[in-house]
């Protein structure tokens, strides 16, 4: 969306994606009015071109055909007002009457101002076959665009309530469209370079070349490059409309589960028990907070205000910070319904209070290699570090601001401490076990026995299986039968696994039951996108509540994003200070932080926050795209280990770094974003087998080391300050800027780099033309 063909099939969000309007505001009246008469205004250029060709192809051919289509009486004027009017579009986006990226509108309107101006102002432009094919091909998208916008206002939904053949034209004219409409205005510009007359005698022949360099050489450079970009685009979109267009009706609830919200309708949404959640939370000290987050409108862009006050909060003293802990896991649990399989309904706190009948069998898996690994190895940039060679790249590490000198400390402390990392008599809970993010490979590498708990999908445990075998660790596993009853691997497969929304109380049932007397550690891993996500996090916190409480020695295990609010040290708050000082001067960073008016780019560092025990540093890693479910399902496992840790649980619970996982990656902005950030010093973006490896580290180091911050014997002025040690946050917390600020210039600077070749060709031409404008040549 940065490089925008002239060809305006746009993704311009028109406010109407997945909406249910009940009642039509004036904002909805008035982008009705907008699309209609933005369609019919096209219609009429449509109907005029196609009269022209039609009439025309017999006697000229087609080619003639199309070179007397700007021609046609009264097209030339509707052509200009409809395309002139789609500078709206770009206010809409500025006041906020649609959804739309300000910059990314401006920029595909524009370009298509671009295109209008050369075929009004140049007589060769117009009288070629070009201009026709372009202004067919524009006005056929727009009628079809602008006519799929409206409908989708009026029935208050863009993905299923559309009629389908104009949900179809929508998403599928651009296959044709594109290239028709991309050779169309390449040839206008040509053509209008060419003409002698364009763009007129009284801007200059200074003018007229750099007039000639744009049309002639920037922006065919530009469309070569950009318009591949901007087709594949529109395939993804497309790809992802059909799919949402003929998803499967959800099947009904069951397990851990949103309540109903409206009865009339039985919708689950996730946003008003979002926000009584955090409401009831920081209403345990200041019902004030409580009432405003209960208030709050257009939560999904202001979730993170009322986070910050919470956090805020909880560093006036030990005690407030347990207690907003405590209500907002418990309201939780009074909250978020268990659904039986015969579709009745009780709270989770009463589902997990019941006794089970059910009960899952045991399986059991003893790997068949040997144990190769004596210590903690770190694949990283093609090569696996270990001992001196691993301390040594953790001092680099250190020393550029990339991790904090405790998470070096801890994996420093492995190397030197095998012994952490024997770990054939230890025995680890991994729920979510497949995990990308999760300790699994390097467990097994280790010998450990590693207790796994995923969803029961054969190929999974096939997956999971074959590793252990190859490994010298083991797996137990649940099966819905008994292991010596199967008699294929097939049938061991088929039978392995269980679901954490579903199985919740049985999946405790039988860990608490599991190798009785031996120390478990229980590790939170799964993930699952939006309000599942907060789902899976309480079904995983009502495991580890339970086990941690009823079962001896039970430690915790959590893997923190670095993308959420932290207390940090206070070394690292000073350097995200001072890298931002010195980032403000870069020319590159005042420039776009002035052009976003301080949207993009804002300081990382926030106000120092006194409490009892001393000031606290906050940064804010918060994306806000992530939404504010994300966020919860994060916070509640935040709130698990202060409580936890609070009744004497060693508790592991350290940020990892930005990872280049396969879910992250996919995401193409992402992507690219990943490829520029590490132009903000101290930012790396990490591969997953190396974080893996590293937080692997910094785990043993905390059940091993007693002088571990997630060690409950070791004080802290603030609970929440269990998570500012340990921290492989990849540079997230030295930044100069807030992660959520980046994300453009890094998009930016990537394609820069990519582009720089082609750059450079451009800049010696423009030069040659700056030297004949000047006289020198």
């Known amino acids: 969306l940065f490089i925008s063909p002239l060809v305006a099939i746009t993704t311009v969000d028109f406010g109407c994606s997945g909406r249910s309007i009940s009642i039509m505001g004036p904002k909805e009246i008035y982008l009705i009015l907008y699309n209609l008469c933005a369609c019919a205004g096209w219609s009429v250029v449509f109907a005029g071109a196609v009269k022209t060709v039609a009439q025309g192809v017999a006697q000229d051919g087609l080619a003639g055909a199309l070179s007397n289509v700007y021609a046609t009486e009264g097209l030339a004027t509707f052509l200009t007002y409809s395309q002139t009017a789609a500078l709206l579009e770009i206010a809409h986006a500025g006041l906020g009457l649609v959804r739309s990226p300000l910059f990314v509108t401006a920029m595909q309107v524009g370009s298509r101002i671009v295109a209008l101006i ?4 140049s007589v060769e432009a117009q009288n070629q076959w070009g201009a026709g094919v372009m202004i067919l091909s524009w006005s056929l998208v727009e009628i079809f665009r602008y006519m799929f916008y409206a409908s989708a206002l009026v029935t208050g939904d863009a993905t299923k309530k559309t009629p389908f053949p104009l949900f179809f034209l929508r998403y599928s004219l651009f296959a044709v469209l594109y290239p028709t409409g991309i050779t169309g205005e390449l040839t206008v510009f040509l053509k209008a370079a060419a003409d002698a007359n364009f763009p007129g005698a009284d801007y200059g022949s200074g003018v007229a070349d750099i007039v000639n360099f744009v049309y002639a050489t920037l922006l ?24 949402k267009r003929f998803a499967k009706p959800p099947p009904p609830p069951r397990g851990i589960s949103f309540p109903v919200d409206d009865k009339e309708k039985g919708t689950r949404s996730s946003t008003p028990v979002n926000k009584e959640i955090l409401a009831a939370a920081v209403g345990a000290v200041n019902p004030e907070k409580a009432q405003k987050i209960r208030n709050a409108r257009g939560y999904r862009f202001t979730y993170v205000k009322h986070l910050v ?13 347990l207690k907003i802990a405590q209500a907002g896991l418990d309201r939780a649990y009074e909250l978020f319904e268990f659904i039986a399989p015969d579709g009745t309904a009780v709270s989770l706190k009463e589902a997990m209070a019941a006794k089970n009948s059910e009960k899952f069998h045991t399986g059991y898996i003893k790997g068949e290699a040997t144990r190769e690994a004596t210590g903690l190895e770190v694949p990283y940039k093609g090569k696996t570090l270990k001992g001196e060679e691993l301390k ?8 550029y601001g990339t991790i904090e000198p405790s998470a070096g400390e801890a994996i420093i402390g492995c190397v030197d401490n095998p012994k952490w990392c024997e770990l054939s008599d230890k025995y680890f809970v991994l729920l979510g076990a497949g995990s990308a993010m999760g300790p699994l490979h390097v467990l097994l590498a280790l010998g450990a026995n590693v207790i796994a708990v995923d969803l029961d999908r054969p190929n999974i445990w096939k997956r999971l299986i074959e590793l252990t075998k190859k490994s010298s660790g083991s797996i137990t596993f649940p099966l819905k039968e008994d292991q010596k009853s199967l008699k294929t691997e097939g049938d061991l497969y088929a039978s392995a696994g269980c679901n954490l929304f579903t199985h919740t109380p049985m999946i405790r049932d039988w860990l608490i039951d599991l190798y009785k007397g031996k120390s478990f550690t229980v590790g939170s891993y799964a993930y699952l996108n939006g309000a599942l996500h907060v789902q899976v996090s309480l079904a995983m916190d009502a495991i580890c509540k339970d086990l941690s409480e009823k079962r001896p020695n039970t430690s915790l295990a959590y893997l923190c994003t670095p993308t959420d609010l932290h207390l940090v040290p206070e070394e690292a708050f000073r350097a995200a200070e001072a890298n931002y000082k010195e980032y403000s001067s870069k020319p590159l960073c005042a420039i776009m932080s002035l052009l976003s008016q301080g949207k993009f780019l804002r300081k990382n560092a926030r106000t120092v926050v006194s409490g009892k025990g001393g000031d606290y540093y906050l940064i804010n890693g918060i994306s806000v795209a992530q939404g504010p479910n994300y ?3 994060k916070r509640m496992q935040h709130w698990r280990a202060v409580i936890a840790r609070s009744k004497g649980c060693i508790v592991s619970s350290n940020i990892a770094p930005a990872t280049s996982t396969v879910s992250v990656t996919q995401n193409r902005t992402f992507a690219w974003a990943y490829e520029g950030m590490p132009y903000f010093k ?9 974080s893996n490896a590293v937080m692997s580290g910094i785990l043993f180091s905390d059940l091993s080391n007693p002088k571990s911050s997630g060690n409950p014997k070791n004080a802290l002025n603030n609970p929440n300050q269990l998570f500012s040690y340990g921290s492989f946050n990849g540079g997230n917390w030295r930044c100069a800027y807030e992660v959520d600020s980046i994300g453009e210039t890094s998009v930016l600077i990537y394609f820069s780099r990519v582009a720089g070749p082609y750059i450079a060709i451009g800049s010696v031409a423009a030069a040659a033309v700056g030297a004949k404008v000047l006289g020198f040549v």
């Open 631 to 633: 966020i919860l399902a």
């Open 220 to 243: 065919p450079i530009v469309y070569f490059f950009g318009s591949p970009f901007m087709i594949m685009n529109m395939v993804g979109n497309r790809k992802s409309a059909f799919k």
């Open 392 to 399: 040594t790249q953790v001092r680099k590490w250190v020393e």
């Open 118 to 121: 050369a075929v009004n102002g």
């Open 682 to 690: 101290p930012y790396e973006i990490f591969a997953p087998e190396t």
């Open 309 to 321: 006050g919470l956090v805020e909060e909880q560093c006036k003293s030990p005690e407030d910070c």
